[in-house]
């Protein structure tokens, strides 16, 4: 049975109900979500509404904890902007938000598949198709691996698994993947 993988809708309700149209489309009604789905957009809490009613697991990504509490330790310099953003997308959120935030999986497993954001260990790892050092992404045991975080669509061998990152919903045109056993086909929305 097929599944859809999103990643990364930061907030944009648009671009996330065009990539839920074409999944209905299609035919699709189960997906995984690998994180970041609040912060950056104009729209949270109509995304973490849009959730609930799906029903999907949802993966703990780093914008997500950023919402949560501003991190002392991180990979990423965090600016002004980004601080700006965060008081206007909390000032648009129940404390429900923030509870359904906090429930949000660190990684998820089913059927052969292992999501997280980043890497099982950490939502802030980067992996990149030209990245060397990937034991962090080295788990025994699974089929098939799936991170967001980087906002791009590819795919590489890991091992035994295959590691997918379906891209970001928030990109123009939005981007998803969908798996059908195993197969994993990468989709832009139709503009």
Known sequence: MAFALISDIHGDAQAFDAVLAELARLGIDDGV???DVAQGGDE???VLDRLTELGWPVILGNADHFLLEVPIETNEVIT???LARRRTSLGQLDERHLEQIRAFHPTFARDGLLAFHGSPRHFEDVLLPETEEVAPWQIEGYALLAGGHTHRQWARRIGA????NPGAVMSSPPQYA???GASVEFRHCAS
Do not use: F, K, N, S
């Not at 698994?161 to 997918?164: D, E, I, M, R, T």
């Open 33 to 35: 979500v690998l994180g």
């Open 44 to 46: 949270p809490a109509a």
């Open 178 to 180: 969908i798996v059908t």
């Open 80 to 82: 002004d902007t980004q």
């Open 161 to 164: 698994a295959l590691y997918v």
